[in-house]
């Protein structure tokens, strides 16, 4: 264990969606290098507090990298420099000693910053609620062992389950698009048996769902290499290949009526 | 208690006396209320299907006028509202975050038990039953057990049809692995993120509901008043966490699925957020406390490393199937893990314990390890370790299986310690993880407060003592799927027609207003120390007193330290900022000012159970080769303790355990 010296934090403050907002920056004389990067915010938010100065509102609470509520663009990178690693697992030991640390929040037009480095996901809930599901109401559901479902396409859904929904993939995007997160939870359910009967309908009213607040894919590539979950482009390329035979498949049934 | 204090301890609630109407006290305990758990009748296998004979029923066409408030989206929150919103009720979701997808459920790594016995090793329901109910030292319900374990089953069906990706074997079935606890192989799990997976199925029900327009989500609102009129909840005073506007939520019934409270710890393996407030809030408005000492331990959190640490991070007990613990023999013995040879080395469990050995159940595995650290035997850098060492399983499957069993596991420990578990032996410590005790509830999961339901992990109904791994899942979604849709249909059906008060009552207005004024006293303040502060002072004296080895001299301590420090924090706690916008030292100091209240009670309980059982550990009562003594004769009941305006004068009521389908026996894992 050793101490980092003197880094300097310039943190994106916002006091509300209509100011303008600003970076400020804080010193940090010296924190242990086995402190995690929200542990750091942290003491300096008891030091501003210390000062009768308001702390900086960052959102975060698991602190395990699973529950997605974490964000910050480090650097200009979503959740900082440390590969498939959400920001709240990202440790002190990844810096050094007087280097100036950039501190935004996510930045995309879908989403709204609410106050300093928090801002609003909530178009991600509405993709889900259009489709991200199965129908299958409580007490319905037969025996679980009746339907096999392989294990390389249970290996596959679970792929594009472990997504956390936290908005990396569009703040890394130069388009703002949230392909990544729309394929991955369209992935999860088209590929397992148990999806089939919604497969379709799934796809397409989550992919429009999510073209009313996002921008378009045009294959960066960015989202992945920022995926905290390290999630595949691929599920991209299922994603529209399943919207597009569902479109065909539309045009299909409107020619037979 | 000096009456000063006493007079102090409410100012919050000061505009309520102001207010001519009479029947406003700030608190009004419920009077003359039995602790009847309604228990059908019946032998145990048929007391569900009894009960579901004879509940009264809602029909279809009269559920939209019924509205029901969900306060929580954890699994069993958001489970419970996606039922009860398919079932036709009107449903609104509150929760502090900005999606229900968050709640702390998700970070359950292991696994969810269910007496499917797809393994043909003779597993049954009786059998989870039974290890339920001695995991929990004998100090839970049959009825509500029993019934846990019979819909554990249905559980499993309704999750798959959900879409959650279990792990399966080649043939496409289902897989299990073992739990802590248990010589079967009953555990589902999807690789170690069992709870996300769930979470996430119950959310994608939820949100369906949502989209269709059954359920109304409230999301970044957090719970600060519960509201009763005429003795039933008459619905909630919620706080707009980004515009800090105070609201009231009237509703036929109201459900509080908000979770454990084992963040009043400080350090502990809850996300930072996870409080009591709601349960508490409930409590001081005649919702019972019951067996609030009866916290859990983690026996596999990663050590502690600096002062600045704000939380501490599970590593799942599915890792004990091929993970072995141990110590050096020899104290202060400094040489790397791998230069202490095998000679040379206690696995300690596997020595005391030899039928469970690593797998024995997590209050034993905790103060076993407090004991080796204790001893001077403990590993890494600030020697407050054990070793969990998987060279063996490496060695004997090879790093593969390993990978694909524990891959994200290893990749998170990796991440926050700095050194890589396929190489070097995990360091592991106990850490603050559950708390069985919570809200009172009866059979059909009511509170003392008719109206009230409390679901998961904030009711104390199933786990007695001490959880077994895999059984927070289960008990959280047998509540909110199997459990409450039924129970709550039963409490609203005789309401049809009759009309509840509305919003504009006054008693909604007072809370209102008491609220208002509580949040805006904590800004007045203007102290020196900030909620955080207080919160990790209080966090060390429960640790120290209240953990896992408590005595009579430290609670009495305890009970002592907190009351002033509790003094400390209402006149110098400093909070900046202001109220209007999203203001998390704001809404910290609401939540540090309840786990205060709670700390006392908890350590008052713990006092006044003179025995040892499950994660209560008592060390006056151990017996001579330091295991958990029970008194039988005079503990083998719940604790459940009514508020009377001060935490320390609380009342405790007994509800006596019936054993009739279990023969009390000391519990043995060796």
């Given at each position: 264990?050793?101490?980092?010296?003197?880094?300097?934090?310039?943190?994106?403050?916002?006091?509300?969606?209509?100011?303008?907002?600003?970076?400020?920056?804080?010193?940090?004389?010296?924190?242990?290098?086995?402190a995690?990067f929200?542990?750091?915010?942290?003491?300096?938010?008891?030091?501003?507090?210390?000062?009768?100065?308001?702390?900086?509102?960052f959102?975060?609470d698991?602190?395990?990298?699973?529950?997605?509520?974490?964000?910050?663009?480090?650097?200009?990178?979503?959740?900082?420099?440390?590969?498939?690693?959400?920001?709240?697992?990202?440790?002190?030991?990844?810096?050094?000693?007087?280097?100036?640390?950039?501190v935004?929040?996510?930045?995309?037009?879908?989403?709204?910053?609410?106050?300093?480095?928090?801002?609003?996901?909530?178009?991600?809930?509405?993709?889900?609620?259009?489709?991200?599901f199965?129908?299958?109401?409580?007490?319905?559901?037969?025996?679980?062992?009746?339907?096999?479902?392989?294990?390389?396409?249970?290996?596959?859904?679970?792929?594009?389950?472990?997504?956390?929904?936290?908005?990396?993939?569009?703040?890394?995007?130069?388009?703002?698009?949230?392909?990544?997160?729309?394929?991955?939870?369209?992935?999860?359910?088209?590929?397992?048996?148990?999806?089939?009967?919604?497969?379709?309908?799934?796809?397409?009213?989550?992919?429009?769902?999510?073209?009313?607040?996002?921008?378009?894919?045009?294959?960066?590539?960015?989202?992945?290499?920022?995926?905290?979950?390290?999630?595949?482009?691929?599920?991209?390329?299922?994603?529209?290949?399943?919207y597009?035979?569902?479109?065909?498949?539309?045009?299909?049934?409107?020619?037979?009526? | 208690?000096?009456?000063?204090?006493?007079?102090?301890?409410?100012?919050?609630?000061?505009?309520?006396?102001?207010?001519?109407?009479?029947?406003?006290?700030?608190?009004?305990?419920?009077?003359?209320?039995?602790?009847?758990?309604?228990?059908?009748?019946?032998?145990?296998?048929?007391?569900?299907?009894?009960?579901?004979?004879?509940?009264?029923?809602?029909?279809?066409?009269n559920?939209?006028?019924?509205?029901?408030?969900?306060?929580?989206?954890?699994?069993?929150?958001?489970?419970?509202?996606?039922?009860?919103?398919?079932?036709?009720?009107?449903?609104?979701?509150?929760?502090?975050?900005?999606?229900?997808?968050?709640?702390?459920?998700?970070?359950?790594?292991?696994?969810?038990?269910?007496?499917?016995?797809?393994?043909?090793?003779?597993?049954?329901?009786?059998?989870?039953?039974?290890?339920?109910?001695?995991?929990?030292?004998f100090?839970?319900?049959?009825g509500?057990?029993?019934r846990?374990?019979?819909?554990?089953?249905?559980?499993?069906?309704?999750?798959?049809?959900?879409?959650?990706?279990?792990a399966?074997?080649?043939?496409?079935?289902?897989?299990?692995?073992?739990?802590?606890?248990?010589?079967?192989?009953?555990?589902?799990?999807?690789?170690?993120?069992?709870?996300?997976?769930?979470l996430?199925?119950?959310?994608?029900?939820?949100?369906?509901?949502?989209?269709?327009?059954?359920?109304?989500?409230?999301?970044?609102?957090?719970?600060?008043?519960?509201?009763?009129?005429?003795?039933?909840?008459?619905?909630?005073?919620?706080?707009?966490?980004?515009?800090?506007?105070?609201?009231?939520?009237?509703?036929?019934?109201?459900?509080?699925?908000?979770?454990?409270?084992?963040?009043?710890?400080?350090?502990?393996?809850?996300?930072?957020?996870?409080?009591?407030?709601?349960?508490?809030?409930?409590?001081?408005?005649?919702?019972?406390?019951?067996?609030?000492?009866?916290?859990?331990?983690?026996?596999?959190?990663?050590?502690?490393?600096?002062?600045?640490?704000?939380?501490?991070?599970?590593?799942?007990?599915?890792?004990?199937?091929?993970?072995?613990?141990?110590?050096?023999?020899?104290?202060?013995?400094?040489?790397?893990?791998?230069?202490?040879?095998?000679?040379?080395?206690?696995?300690?469990?596997?020595?005391?314990?030899?039928?469970?050995?690593?797998?024995?159940?997590?209050?034993?595995?905790?103060?076993?390890?407090?004991?080796?650290?204790?001893?001077?035997?403990?590993?890494?850098?600030?020697?407050?370790?054990?070793?969990?060492?998987?060279?063996?399983?490496?060695?004997?499957?090879?790093?593969?299986?390993?990978?694909?069993?524990?891959?994200?596991?290893?990749?998170?420990?990796?991440?926050?310690?700095?050194?890589?578990?396929?190489?070097?032996?995990?360091?592991?410590?106990?850490?603050?993880?559950?708390?069985?005790?919570?809200?009172?509830?009866?059979?059909?999961?009511?509170?003392t407060?008719?109206?009230?339901y409390?679901?998961?992990?904030?009711?104390?109904?199933?786990?007695?003592?001490?959880?077994?791994g895999?059984?927070?899942?289960?008990?959280?979604?047998?509540?909110?799927?199997?459990?409450?849709?039924?129970?709550?249909?039963?409490?609203?059906?005789?309401?049809?027609?009759?009309?509840?008060?509305?919003?504009?009552?006054?008693?909604?207005?007072?809370?209102e207003?008491?609220?208002?004024?509580?949040?805006?006293?904590y800004?007045?303040?203007?102290?020196?120390?900030?909620?955080?502060?207080?919160?990790?002072?209080?966090?060390?004296?429960?640790w120290?007193?209240?953990?896992?080895?408590?005595?009579?001299?430290?609670?009495?301590?305890?009970?002592?330290?907190?009351?002033?420090?509790?003094?400390?924090?209402?006149?110098?706690?400093?909070?900046?900022?202001?109220?209007?916008?999203?203001n998390?030292?704001?809404?910290?100091?609401?939540?540090?000012?309840?786990?205060?209240?709670?700390?006392?009670?908890?350590?008052?309980?713990?006092?006044?159970?003179?025995?040892?059982?499950?994660?209560?550990?008592?060390?006056?009562?151990?017996?001579?080769?330091g295991?958990?003594?029970?008194?039988?004769?005079?503990?083998?009941?719940?604790?459940?303790?009514?508020?009377?305006?001060?935490?320390?004068?609380?009342?405790?009521h007994?509800?006596?355990?019936?054993?009739?389908?279990?023969?009390?026996?000391?519990?043995?894992?060796?």
């Amino acid at each position: 264990m050793k101490n980092l010296e003197n880094l300097v934090l310039r943190i994106w403050r916002q006091s509300g969606p209509d100011d303008p907002g600003r970076f400020q920056s804080y010193r940090i004389d010296s924190i242990s290098d086995e402190a995690s990067f929200l542990e750091m915010l942290d003491v300096l938010n008891e030091k501003l507090i210390g000062e009768g100065l308001e702390a900086i509102a960052f959102d975060h609470d698991c602190r395990e990298g699973i529950c997605g509520t974490c964000s910050l663009m480090i650097d200009g990178q979503p959740h900082g420099p440390q590969r498939g690693t959400a920001t709240c697992q990202l440790h002190m030991r990844k810096f050094s000693s007087g280097e100036t640390i950039t501190v935004e929040p996510w930045r995309a037009t879908a989403f709204p910053i609410i106050k300093d480095l928090i801002v609003d996901r909530a178009p991600f809930d509405r993709i889900v609620e259009a489709g991200g599901f199965i129908t299958a109401t409580t007490g319905g559901a037969p025996e679980a062992n009746l339907t096999p479902v392989p294990k390389p396409v249970a290996e596959a859904a679970m792929d594009a389950a472990a997504c956390i929904g936290c908005g990396a993939c569009v703040a890394a995007c130069p388009n703002g698009a949230a392909s990544l997160f729309t394929a991955a939870k369209v992935s999860h359910l088209n590929l397992l048996p148990q999806g089939q009967a919604e497969r379709w309908s799934r796809v397409e009213a989550m992919v429009e769902t999510m073209e009313q607040y996002f921008g378009s894919c045009t294959n960066h590539g960015e989202c992945e290499a920022a995926c905290p979950k390290s999630i595949s482009i691929d599920f991209i390329a299922l994603m529209n290949k399943d919207y597009l035979s569902a479109k065909l498949k539309n045009r299909a049934l409107i020619s037979r009526t | 208690m000096s009456p000063e204090r006493k007079t102090k301890k409410a100012p919050a609630k000061k505009p309520a006396a102001k207010k001519p109407a009479a029947r406003s006290s700030p608190v009004r305990p419920s009077p003359r209320v039995v602790l009847d758990a309604k228990i059908p009748p019946g032998p145990i296998a048929e007391k569900w299907d009894n009960y579901k004979a004879d509940m009264k029923l809602v029909n279809p066409n009269n559920k939209r006028g019924f509205k029901v408030i969900v306060v929580g989206s954890g699994l069993a929150g958001a489970s419970a509202a996606a039922t009860l919103a398919e079932l036709g009720y009107d449903v609104h979701v509150f929760t502090f975050h900005d999606s229900p997808r968050r709640a702390h459920s998700i970070a359950a790594q292991g696994g969810i038990n269910a007496a499917k016995n797809y393994r043909g090793d003779g597993d049954s329901v009786q059998r989870l039953f039974y290890d339920t109910i001695k995991g929990g030292d004998f100090r839970s319900r049959e009825g509500n057990v029993y019934r846990l374990a019979q819909v554990s089953v249905n559980i499993i069906d309704q999750m798959v049809a959900q879409g959650v990706p279990f792990a399966r074997e080649y043939g496409g079935l289902l897989d299990t692995r073992s739990c802590g606890g248990s010589q079967l192989q009953r555990t589902f799990y999807a690789r170690g993120q069992t709870g996300q997976q769930l979470l996430l199925g119950a959310y994608q029900q939820l949100a369906r509901q949502i989209g269709l327009g059954n359920v109304k989500l409230w999301n970044r609102s957090e719970l600060v008043d519960v509201v009763t009129i005429d003795g039933r909840c008459a619905g909630i005073v919620t706080r707009d966490l980004v515009t800090g506007a105070v609201q009231s939520h009237a509703a036929h019934a109201t459900v509080l699925a908000t979770g454990g409270y084992g963040n009043v710890f400080f350090l502990s393996t809850n996300a930072m957020a996870c409080n009591i407030t709601a349960a508490w809030r409930a409590h001081r408005k005649g919702a019972y406390f019951a067996n609030p000492c009866y916290t859990q331990i983690h026996p596999t959190c990663i050590p502690q490393a600096d002062e600045t640490q704000s939380k501490l991070t599970l590593m799942s007990e599915s890792l004990r199937n091929d993970g072995r613990i141990w110590v050096p023999s020899r104290e202060g013995d400094d040489r790397s893990p791998s230069q202490i040879p095998e000679a040379e080395r206690d696995y300690y469990l596997e020595r005391m314990y030899p039928s469970f050995g690593n797998l024995a159940p997590r209050d034993i595995s905790s103060r076993a390890a407090k004991r080796a650290v204790d001893s001077g035997r403990g590993v890494g850098p600030l020697k407050n370790g054990v070793y969990l060492d998987f060279a063996a399983a490496i060695g004997r499957l090879g790093r593969d299986v390993i990978t694909e069993r524990y891959g994200n596991l290893f990749e998170m420990y990796e991440r926050i310690t700095g050194e890589v578990p396929y190489e070097v032996p995990m360091r592991v410590y106990p850490a603050s993880h559950y708390t069985m005790g919570g809200l009172w509830v009866d059979y059909e999961l009511t509170t003392t407060i008719p109206g009230l339901y409390a679901a998961g992990e904030v009711n104390f109904a199933d786990q007695g003592a001490n959880r077994l791994g895999a059984s927070a899942l289960m008990q959280g979604l047998a509540d909110g799927y199997f459990v409450l849709p039924y129970t709550i249909g039963n409490y609203l059906a005789p309401m049809l027609n009759k009309p509840i008060p509305g919003v504009d009552h006054p008693e909604f207005q007072l809370a209102e207003q008491a609220a208002s004024t509580r949040f805006g006293n904590y800004l007045d303040i203007r102290g020196s120390r900030s909620p955080d502060w207080f919160h990790r002072e209080l966090g060390k004296i429960i640790w120290e007193h209240c953990g896992m080895d408590r005595t009579a001299a430290g609670l009495r301590q305890a009970l002592s330290d907190l009351p002033a420090l509790y003094e400390e924090f209402k006149t110098d706690l400093r909070v900046t900022g202001d109220g209007a916008s999203v203001n998390q030292t704001l809404e910290k100091a609401g939540r540090v000012d309840d786990f205060f209240e709670l700390g006392m009670l908890m350590c008052r309980d713990a006092l006044e159970r003179r025995e040892s059982c499950g994660g209560h550990f008592r060390s006056e009562y151990q017996d001579s080769e330091g295991e958990a003594q029970r008194d039988d004769a005079n503990f083998a009941h719940v604790a459940a303790w009514e508020f009377t305006g001060d935490p320390m004068k609380a009342v405790r009521h007994k509800e006596e355990l019936k054993f009739e389908t279990i023969h009390l026996a000391k519990r043995s894992y060796k």
